[in-house]
């Protein structure tokens, strides 16, 4: 069993601090840490990186980091994961290789399925733009079966 940590779009007005501490909780035994881009401070990843998980981030578009990949795959125990910050367009290629499909960008909570592709967008922990989400997830691989669990963050950032 595998439980990665995901967050993403981690812009807009907030307490970097605030947001770490409240992540170091929620994230204290994960085994991974996935940032699906749009990191707008890059203390952002740094904090993240010091969880002392391995960290897999993509590139996004605030800020627009070719450091980054544009998106990856993982084989995580039986299941084909993939990362992108922009949602796959419908019949994409890559999406349609993975059995599920972690992505940011509309900063709104989404887990669905679209044809044999689950679709995961944990929203935003920072209320960015216009949502007013304050969320996290952590997604729970065990074998070839995954949960998704909300994590919604206290709104003092």
Not at 28 to 43: E, I, K, L, M, S
Request: net charge negative.
């Amino acid at each position: 069993m595998l439980r990665i940590g995901l967050i993403g779009d981690t812009q807009g007005r907030y307490r970097l601090e605030v947001l770490v501490e409240q992540v170091r909780r929620h994230f204290a035994d994960v085994d991974q840490v996935w940032h699906a881009g749009d990191w707008q401070d890059p203390r952002v990843l740094a904090e993240l990186a010091a969880l002392g998980r391995p960290l897999e981030v993509v590139n996004g578009n605030a800020p627009d980091d070719p450091r980054y990949p544009e998106r990856l795959v993982r084989r995580l125990e039986g299941l084909t994961v993939g990362m992108v910050h922009q949602p796959p367009s419908a019949r994409d290629p890559w999406a349609e290789g993975c059995d599920i499909v972690i992505h940011g960008h509309t900063h709104r909570w989404r887990d669905e399925v679209v044809g044999n592709v689950r679709y995961i967008n944990v929203s935003t922990p920072t209320a960015a733009g216009f949502s007013q989400d304050r969320t996290l997830g952590i997604l729970i691989v065990n074998g070839d079966s995954a949960d998704l669990e909300r994590i919604v963050l206290e709104q003092a950032l």
